[in-house]
T-cell receptor
Framework: DAGITQSPRHKVTETGTPVTLRCHQTENHRYMYWYRQDPGHGLRLIHYSYGVKDTDKGEVSDGYSVSRSKTEDFLLTLESATSSQTSVYFC???????????FGPGTRLTVL | GEDVEQSLFLSVREGDSSVINCTYTDSSSTYLYWYKQEPGAGLQLLTYIFSNMDMKQDQRLTVLLNKKDKHLSLRIADTQTGDSAIYFCAETYNQGGKLIFGQGTELSVKP
């Protein structure tokens, strides 16, 4: 286990509110990722980071932003939550080479 | 673009073999992976295969890779109820350690 925690683990919010999810790792892994998991879609990459202050978009980045000011923390912000962003969000970390990714326990977000 | 496809469900009896199939599109992937997700948890790497291999065996798990057809399979021998989970196939994508995941196959093992 790569020592990855996510907070909060569950959140219910209303449409139009901003939401920030936090991922924290203790393994000093260079890469960090945010995914969303939805039935029938598997995991889809939202944003990723390849170092402090270095981030890039994934395949479903619209409506999301990220920040990485320290190696250990990667924040995902929903600028104005919509019901289509109701999902389970997973953070992962990785290293180069094998490209194995280590996943956090997930955050279940419900947007009403 | 890059895409990874899996069937969504598989049901087997305890003690039987399970075979989960996956097709992928990026022939330049260095590694292909199988991840396992148990209920309420994140994904964990189950096994992987290097792209220049045809087969890899690891205890009850056998991974077969057909590069010509871009087909990957995971065989679980003597399937147990504890193997019930969602299994994801993944391939490497571009750089930065990114992976493309399939939709996941939910394996149900009946006693």
């Amino acid at each position: 286990d790569a020592g990855i925690t996510q907070s909060p683990r569950h959140k219910v919010t209303e449409t139009g509110t901003p939401v920030t999810l936090r991922c924290h790792q203790t393994e000093n892994h260079r890469y960090m990722y945010w995914y969303r998991q939805d039935p029938g879609h598997g995991l889809r990459l939202i944003h990723y980071s390849y170092g402090v202050k270095d981030t890039d978009k994934g395949e479903v980045s619209d409506g999301y932003s990220v920040s990485r000011s320290k190696t250990e923390d990667f924040l995902l912000t929903l600028e104005s939550a919509t019901s289509s962003q109701t999902s389970v969000y997973f953070c992962a970390t990785g290293t180069s080479g094998l490209n194995e990714q280590f996943f956090g326990p997930g955050t279940r977000l419900t947007v009403l | 673009g890059e895409d990874v496809e899996q069937s969504l469900f598989l049901s087997v009896r305890e003690g039987d073999s399970s075979v989960i199939n996956c097709t992928y599109t990026d022939s330049s992937s260095t590694y292909l992976y199988w991840y396992k997700q148990e209920p309420g948890a994140g994904l964990q790497l189950l096994t992987y295969i290097f792209s220049n291999m045809d087969m890899k065996q690891d205890q009850r798990l056998t991974v077969l890779l057909n590069k010509k057809d871009k087909h990957l399979s995971l065989r679980i021998a003597d399937t147990q109820t504890g193997d019930s989970a969602i299994y994801f196939c993944a391939e490497t994508y571009n750089q930065g350690g990114k992976l493309i995941f399939g939709q996941g196959t939910e394996l149900s093992v009946k006693p």
